[in-house]
């Protein structure tokens, strides 16, 4: 006859996720205890290890509990103009399923401002699982923000739950990273955020107030403080055409898409138009007072 046994950590020791061993136990013969022989276990260890695609920008440190890791999305220009997209693969002994779980405040939770898609599942074969992880287009806040949590519950349920806590060092609007740039003229860094564009400057207006947390359409000043004057520039040629100089050429592209120069046209507040462009031939490219960039 063949006895089985279950041979289990106990207590505290058995929620350390990395307490693997070695560990030694003595069997004895059960006809003579006489005779016995050490036997050396090895547990499996359950602690997962979680990566991404953005290495330095997202960083990993885990708790004195062991089963909890603060996730830290750094201010990184791997983020700038995107809806802040990293793929995060785990691997881990048995699987996971993710969860956004019991979160303990729903207005700062991960599940009120990202989605989670899971494109690879664990196999014995890939022992990974990996994820997705972005805003939603509803998302906007402010740095430092955290939120809490991402679930990671172990398909084998003599493992524990793992989790992540996340805070993002960088601001979001509705949904996108936008650009931080410095102002020529005044050496502050504003953000720059481009969300589409609209028919005429009052929608593009309405929609950016509505934003709130401090966004708004950029000011005739703000674009002057951007590409560094105080004024129309006295150089302007070729019907107001005024080339940006580095590095103004490539914040106008990274915010508009394109920037080699523009044309400005009346210097007023209330009437004023920029169409910022890669070709001085003629108004081409992208009008300020209708596209919806926001700035804070």
């Given at each position: 006859?063949?006895?089985?046994?279950?041979?289990?950590?106990?207590?505290?020791?058995?929620?350390?996720?990395?307490?693997?061993?070695?560990?030694?136990?003595?069997?004895?013969?059960?006809?003579?205890?006489?005779?016995?022989?050490?036997?050396?276990?090895?547990?499996?260890?359950?602690?997962?290890?979680?990566?991404?695609?953005?290495?330095?920008?997202?960083?990993?440190?885990?708790?004195?509990?062991?089963?909890?890791?603060?996730?830290?999305?750094?201010?990184?220009?791997?983020?700038?103009?995107?809806?802040?997209?990293?793929?995060?693969?785990?691997?881990?002994?048995?699987?996971?399923?993710?969860?956004?779980?019991?979160?303990?405040?729903?207005?700062?939770?991960?599940?009120?401002?990202?989605?989670?898609?899971?494109?690879?599942?664990?196999?014995?074969?890939?022992?990974?699982?990996?994820?997705?992880?972005?805003?939603?287009?509803?998302?906007?806040?402010?740095?430092?923000?955290?939120?809490?949590?991402?679930?990671?519950?172990?398909?084998?349920?003599?493992?524990?739950?793992?989790?992540?806590?996340?805070?993002?060092?960088?601001?979001?609007?509705?949904?996108?990273?936008?650009?931080?740039?410095?102002?020529?003229?005044?050496?502050?860094?504003?953000?720059?955020?481009?969300?589409?564009?609209?028919?005429?400057?009052?929608?593009?207006?309405?929609?950016?107030?509505?934003?709130?947390?401090?966004?708004?359409?950029?000011?005739?000043a703000e674009y002057k403080a951007l590409v560094g004057f105080t004024d129309k520039p006295a150089t302007v040629t070729d019907a107001n055409w005024y080339t940006f100089s580095y590095p103004i050429q490539t914040y106008m592209t990274n915010v508009f898409g394109t920037g080699r120069g523009a044309f400005w046209l009346p210097d007023t507040n209330a009437t004023f138009e920029i169409w910022i462009s890669d070709n001085k031939g003629g108004c081409s490219g992208i009008k300020?007072?209708?596209?919806?960039?926001?700035?804070?």
């Amino acid at each position: 006859m063949t006895d089985s046994y279950t041979i289990k950590l106990a207590g505290n020791t058995a929620k350390t996720p990395e307490n693997a061993g070695p560990y030694t136990i003595t069997v004895k013969n059960k006809s003579d205890n006489t005779q016995s022989v050490p036997i050396t276990l090895y547990f499996k260890s359950s602690m997962p290890v979680f990566t991404t695609d953005k290495g330095s920008a997202i960083k990993f440190v885990l708790q004195g509990n062991k089963y909890q890791h603060d996730v830290s999305l750094n201010n990184n220009a791997v983020f700038y103009g995107t809806n802040g997209s990293y793929t995060l693969t785990v691997s881990s002994p048995s699987g996971l399923k993710f969860s956004f779980g019991d979160q303990k405040d729903p207005s700062n939770s991960a599940s009120t401002y990202q989605d989670v898609k899971q494109t690879k599942t664990w196999t014995q074969e890939s022992p990974t699982d990996v994820y997705v992880v972005s805003f939603k287009s509803t998302a906007t806040f402010n740095p430092t923000k955290n939120i809490w949590y991402l679930y990671f519950e172990h398909n084998d349920p003599k493992f524990q739950r793992f989790e992540l806590d996340e805070y993002i060092y960088f601001p979001v609007c509705l949904g996108k990273v936008p650009y931080p740039i410095v102002n020529a003229n005044t050496t502050t860094t504003k953000w720059w955020c481009n969300l589409g564009k609209e028919t005429n400057q009052t929608t593009a207006k309405n929609k950016a107030d509505a934003i709130g947390s401090g966004w708004h359409i950029p000011t005739l000043a703000e674009y002057k403080a951007l590409v560094g004057f105080t004024d129309k520039p006295a150089t302007v040629t070729d019907a107001n055409w005024y080339t940006f100089s580095y590095p103004i050429q490539t914040y106008m592209t990274n915010v508009f898409g394109t920037g080699r120069g523009a044309f400005w046209l009346p210097d007023t507040n209330a009437t004023f138009e920029i169409w910022i462009s890669d070709n001085k031939g003629g108004c081409s490219g992208i009008k300020s007072n209708t596209a919806l960039v926001v700035v804070k």
